[in-house]
C-alpha cells in the first residue's frame, strides 16, 4: 500500500536517511525510537507533508506527489499528537471536517452519505451522547477520540498516527488503541502508528519499524523482541523481557539503576524478625524477596517480606466450613489483618499443624547465598503423622530464602532440587511422599517455596552445579532435622 | 440519525437569517429617515420608489429631498453597509485562516498598508487608470502589509502564534503609521485628503464611490464564500488542513487575496475604519457557531448593519458638526475587544 525507496528527507539536515519500509494493506506498523530519532519527519515524509529530499514515496505503487491533495487525502488520514482547535466547534462538526475530501460543489453539503459516515465514526467512538458539545472543553482523553472519529470519517484506507495516546492515561491508551486494532480487523485498514510505549506498541502491532537517528531497523515478526536485544540497543538502557499473562506478546519492564546500588550481603543475624506462638509463625524480612510458592496467599510469583503460617484445629476448619467460609484466601486474608500483617507484602499458608512441632533451620551460606529453611510438620497428631499407613498426612513444608539473584527457570530449577532433596530425606526416614497432594484445596497443602532477593548481578553466576548442590544439601540436611526433632517429640 | 435536531437547528438558523435581513432593512431605512434635515417616512419610500421604478411613479415631494434622499443620504448609507460587511466578511475570513480570534483587517495591519497606499497616490497624485488609481493603490498596500506582516512571524521562528501574530501586525502597523506620518508632515495642501482617509469617514461620497467599492467587494466575498469549507478545515491548522485533503498553499493564497481584496477596497473608500472586522465575527460565533458557512454571510449582514448604525451616531451625536466614524467603531470596539481577549486567555486557561 505504501512503499518508501532510499527516502531521505528532514527541515535543516537529514533527519531520516535512505529508509526503505513498504507497508501492506491492513497492516498495523509501530515505530519506536528514542526523541529525536527522526520519527515524526519518517512520518511526515510518508503522509507528504514533507517533500523528500532523495527517494521516493509510493502510494498503492503510484509516487505521492503525483496525487492531488484531495485524492491522497482519499487514501490517508492523520492523526496528529495534540491539535488545538481554533473556535469552539461542536464534536459533530469536528468529525464533520473528515468528510471533507468526497464533498463536491461549491457549497459543500453533506450528503445522505456524507452524514453516514459521520454517524458511524460517532457511533464507533462512542461520542454519540457527546456531539453537540464544544470540542474545546472536552478532557483529553476524548479530544483524541474525537479526532480518531474525525480521521475514520474520512475513509481513508491508511491512517497515520503521530503519538496519538501521547498525553493519555492508560485506560484512554487502551481504549484507543482497541478502538483501531477493530478497525483494522473488520475495515481492513492500514496503520502506521508511531508510539512512544514499547509496550503498547508490542501488544498491537504487526511489525515495528526502529527509527534510530534517522536510520530504519525492521522486526517483522513481533516475537523477535523477545529477546531484549534490539530493544536495549535502540534505548542504550537496560530492559527486561518479561511473559504477558494472557497474551503471547513480548512485554517488557525497565530496571532503575538504583536497584544496583544496595549490595550489601544479607547478615543472616539480623536479617529478619521471628514471631512464633499458638496462633501463628511469622518470619518478617528487613527487604523484600521475589517468591515463587503456592502458598495459599500469595500464590505464583510476587514480592513478599512476610512469611507466615496461621495454625487452625480441626475443629476450627470444620467450623469454616459450616460457617461457609469457602477458600482458604478469604480466611488468610482476615488472618494477616487480625495479626497486623500488610497483605499486599505476604506470603500465608494456614496449617492445621501445631506450630510447636515447626522447625527452623538456618545456615549462612558463603556470600552471596544466604538459606533460611523452615521445615514444618503440619498434623495435629504427631504420632500418627510418623504411622506410614496414614500417608495424606505426610506433610512437609519447605521455605528457602536467597540472597542474589536467579531467573525464573533458576526458580524452578531451585525448586525442583528442593523438592527431590526433601522426598531424598523422607525416603531415609521411612516417609513416602504423599498422594495427590493438595487436589482438595481445603485440604492441609505441602507448601513449597522459594524466596530470592534479586540483588546482585546473578548466582548463577559464580557456577550453576554448585549453587544448586548448596541448595540439596540444606533442604536435605533442614528436612532430616525436622524429622529427627519431631520423632524426640514423640519418643518423649 | 437524529432528523428532529438537524430540522430544528436548521429553522433555528433561518430565523437569524431573516432577522439579520431584517435589521439591515430597517438600520438603512433608519438610517436614511434620522438626519439633522427631518424627510417624512412616506417621504423617503416614495423617492425610493420613484427612483428604483425609473421615474414611472410620480411623487409630490420637493426636488431638494430627493436630492437630498437619493444624492447624499442613499448612497452613504448603503455604502456604510456594504464597508461594514467588507470589513466583517474579512475579519472573519483572517480570523478563520490564521485560526486567530483576534486578526482583522486592522490588527493585521492591511487597514494601514492600505491607508498608506492611498495616502500615497493622494500625495504624489498619483494617476495611472483614472479612479481605479486609488482602491488599486490602497489593495497592494493592504497585500503588502500584510506579506511583510507574515514574514515577521515567520522570521521570529515562533510560528504563527497568536502572540506574535498580533505582535507583527502592531509593529507593521506602528511603522506604516510613522510612514504616513512624514507623509502628512511633508505635505502641503493634499493634508486635508490625507486626513481624510485616516480617519475614516463615510460623508461625502456618493454613487460613484459605492460603484468603485462594489466589484472588488462582490469578487472577495465570493471568492471567500467558495472556501467556507476550507476556513473550517483549517481550524486544526494548515497541517492538518493538508490532511484532510486541503491544496493549504492555493487556498490560502486565495483567500488572503480575497479578504485583502474586500478589505484595501473598504479601506480605500472609507478610510481606516478600526474594529468592525473584530468583534463582528465573534458575535456572528456567538449566535451561530463557528462554522464558516453561516459565519461569512452573517458577519456581512451585521457588519453592515453595525456600520450603518455608527455612522448614523457619527453624523448626529454632535450634529452639525459630524465625527468620524471610526471613532464611533473603536468606542466601542475597543472594550469589547478587551472582553473577547480576556475571555480567551480564561478559555485557554480552562483546557489547559
Known sequence: MIEARQLSGGYTQFNVKEVNLSVERGQFVAILGPNGSGKTTLLKLLSGALAPKKGEVLLKGKPLNRYSTKEKAKLISVLGQEEQVAFDFTVEEVVALGRYPHQKGWFGLLSPQDRKKIEE??????????????????????KQRVLLAKALAQEAEALFLDEPTNHLDINFTIEMLDLLKTWQQSKGLTIVAILHDVNVAALYADRLALMQQGQLQLVEEIDQLKDAGPLEQLYTMKVEPVVHPRLDRPQFMYTSQQCFKDNKTLSLADAYQLTQNKHFFHLHFKVPFKVMSNCQWGSGIRWARHFCHFFLSHDQRDADWRKGIPRPEERL???????????????????????????????????????????????EDVKSYLKASVPENKLVSVMLFIDGFLDDGALVQGLIVAEQAKSRAMAEQGILPAKANGANENQDREIMMIAVTQRGKGTMDSGVKPFYQTVDQLVYQAVKKALLSVQSVVKQ | MHPISTKREISGKVWIYVLALGLVVAIGLLA?????????????????????SGGQISINVPNNLVTIIWEIRLPRVLLALGVGAGLAVSGAAFQGLLRNPLADPYTLGVSSGAALGAVLVIFFKISLVSFMTLPFFAIAGGLSAL???????????????????VLAGIIVSAFIGSLISLLIALSGEELRGILYWLFGSLSMRGWRYLALYLPFFVVGTVVLFLHHRELNALAFGEEAAYHLGVDVKRKRGLILIGASLVSGAAVAVSGTIGFVGLIIPHVVRLLVGPDHKHVLPLSMLLGGSFLAVADMTARTIIAPQELPVGVITALVGAPVFAFLLLRANGQRGKSS
Open chain 1, 121 to 142: 465514526a460517532l457511533v464507533m467512538t462512542r461520542l454519540v451522547h457527546l456531539r453537540h458539545h464544544p470540542f474545546y472543553q472536552l478532557s483529553g482523553g476524548e
Open chain 1, 333 to 379: 486474608e482476615g488472618l494477616l489483618h487480625q495479626w497486623g500483617i500488610p497483605p499486599h507484602q505476604a506470603a500465608g499458608a494456614i496449617t492445621y499443624a501445631q506450630l510447636e512441632h515447626y522447625v527452623l533451620v538456618e545456615k549462612q551460606v558463603e556470600s552471596p547465598l544466604l538459606a533460611v529453611i523452615t521445615v514444618a510438620c503440619p498434623t
Open chain 2, 32 to 52: 436614511l429617515l434620522v438626519s439633522s434635515v427631518q424627510v417624512p417616512v412616506a417621504d423617503i419610500l416614495f423617492i425610493l420608489l420613484h427612483k428604483l
Open chain 2, 147 to 165: 506579506v511583510l506582516v507574515f514574514g515577521l512571524t515567520r522570521l521570529s521562528r515562533r510560528g504563527t502564534s497568536i502572540e506574535t501574530l
